[in-house]
């Protein structure tokens, strides 16, 4: 008999020449499947690693993906998407005087610029003030003597519908200004201080013949008619007499004694207003010298 060892050692040949075989059965669709290269230095090649990758995973890969899940097929057999940065567009940049950005619209808003509202409120309190100062200096100079008020300076002040008689005037003046104080508050009466200067009312004639008469200047009452012709042509100094037919009135130093009431409107009987009257159509005169 032959040893084990030895009726073995014919066949290590052919079993080597099976092996040989099925290994280049094997390796023979993955040459296939490889291309040839050829290298010329030449023209440059464009890679494409991505692609190239895909074939080659695919190939070696495709027995054992047909027996896997069908999810993983999917992501296996899926193309490659390569994430990149595009690159950045460049925006010019404009001028920092225009104001061009529109997402922000509180920055194309015209600036409101905040100031103090008290300065107006201030200036108009200081200017009040002013004016309360300067009342309370004027009542300071006035002079209360019962029915003979006057006060400083040269020009009359109207205090409570009384007339204050300016220090600086003649003393006509003076005069006429405090008798008119003394009917201020009577009514307007159709020809009344007519026929005496003492009377219930008084109409306009009849009030500035009285203040006339007061001031010496006057001995018996005057129409309007005839006041027309009275004094000196002409504005005076320290009184003024405006007369036409069917009204007059008397400007003395600086206030209308008038019983007209442009306000309220009609006829109310002498009083005092501190604000003239339009003098068209009236004849100007006044008393000699005044």
Known sequence: MRPFGSSLAPRKPGVLFCCAVAIFFLLLPDAQARPTRHRNRSVPVVLQPFSLVHKVVHAVAAPVVRNTHRVLVAAAG???????????????RPPRAEQVDNADEESTR????????????D??????NDERDQDQAESARIESRGDRPMVGGSRAVLRNGIAYAPAHAPQSVKNAIWAANSIRRKPYVWGGGHGSFNDHGYDCSGTVSYALHGAGMLNSPLPSSDLMRYGERGRGRWMTIYSRSGHTFAVIAGLRLDTTDLGRGGDVGPRWYDYGRDTGGYVARHPVGM
């Open 78 to 92: 899926g193309p490659i998407q390569v994430a990149y940065y595009a690159p950045r567009r460049m925006r010019p």
């Open 110 to 121: 015209p600036i409101r610029v905040a100031y103090r509202a008290s300065d107006r409120t």
């Open 123 to 128: 200036e108009a309190a200081q200017e009040e």
